[in-house]
T-cell receptor, first 115, second 116 residues
Framework: QQQVKQSPQSLIVQKGGISIINCAYE??????FPWYQQFPGKGPALLIA?????SEKKEGRFTISFNKSAKQFSLHIMDSQPGDSATYFC??????????????FGQGTTLQVKP | EPEVTQTPSHQVTQMGQEVILRCVPI?????FYWYRQILGQKVEFLVS????????KSEIFDDQFSVERPDGSNFTLKIRSTKLEDSAMYFC??????????????FGSGTRLTVV
């Protein structure tokens, strides 16, 4: 199953709060799990990524938690700021022939951080 | 910071017309991709390209679509006879060779294709 399921669809958080977005997958062949941030009219920009042999990765205010047995991973944004207001996509990568990598995206979460 | 460049940023075309979307990937990347995003929906994989041939294509990428790397720098997506449902943002991406460098998977800013 090549789907990645993402929730919630939208999220409103007060400035300084924690934003949490969750994703789940079925395909155990996925071997790389990035999160992308997208602003209106722009392409997805890599925010942070994790490999399945690691349970947590932190970069600044952004943390990915990864549960391999449950096939779930989540993004935590600490001390959320109005500038974090954007659409967030989780994704999972699977290898294709020639070792190219195909990204399967979740449905996206629109985050609004209120001042 | 190196970036993937896409032109045009917005293309309006009549149904049935051919369109070519252009991309300049990051210079040392060897893997090239096209994705699309229908307004308000998720980003969907169309095709991957390596060593001058298609590596994988999705069910969306039918006979109306083709890709080409006509020279050492450009990577194009052609839609032969556009349909209304082809209206979407089309993103080009490029990446470094795997397995250790998928963090270098970079997207362009996209071309908004509107079919009327």
């Amino acid at each position: 199953q090549q789907q990645v399921k993402q929730s919630p669809q939208s999220l409103i958080v007060q400035k300084g709060g924690i934003s949490i977005i969750n994703c789940a997958y079925e395909n155990t062949a996925f071997d790389y799990f990035p999160w992308y941030q997208q602003f209106p009219g722009k392409g997805p920009a890599l925010l942070i990524a994790i490999r399945p042999d690691v349970s947590e990765k932190k970069e600044g205010r952004f943390t990915i938690s990864f549960n391999k047995s449950a096939k779930q991973f989540s993004l935590h944004i600490m001390d959320s700021q109005p500038g974090d207001s954007a659409t967030y996509f989780c994704a999972a990568l699977t290898r294709s022939s020639g070792n190219t990598g195909k990204l399967i995206f979740g449905q996206g979460t629109t985050l609004q951080v209120k001042p | 910071e190196p970036e993937v460049t896409q032109t045009p940023s917005h293309q309006v075309t009549q149904m049935g017309q051919e369109v070519i979307l252009r991309c300049v990937p990051i210079s040392n990347h060897l893997y090239f991709y096209w994705y699309r995003q229908i307004l308000g929906q998720k980003v969907e994989f169309l095709v991957s390209f390596y060593n001058n041939e298609i590596s994988e294509k999705s069910e969306i990428f039918d006979d109306q679509f083709s890709v080409e790397r006509p020279d050492g720098s450009n990577f194009t997506l052609k839609i032969r006879s556009t349909k209304l449902e082809d209206s979407a943002m089309y993103f080009c991406a490029s990446s470094e060779p795997p397995p250790s460098r998928y963090d270098g998977y970079t997207f362009g800013s996209g071309t908004r294709l509107t079919v009327v």
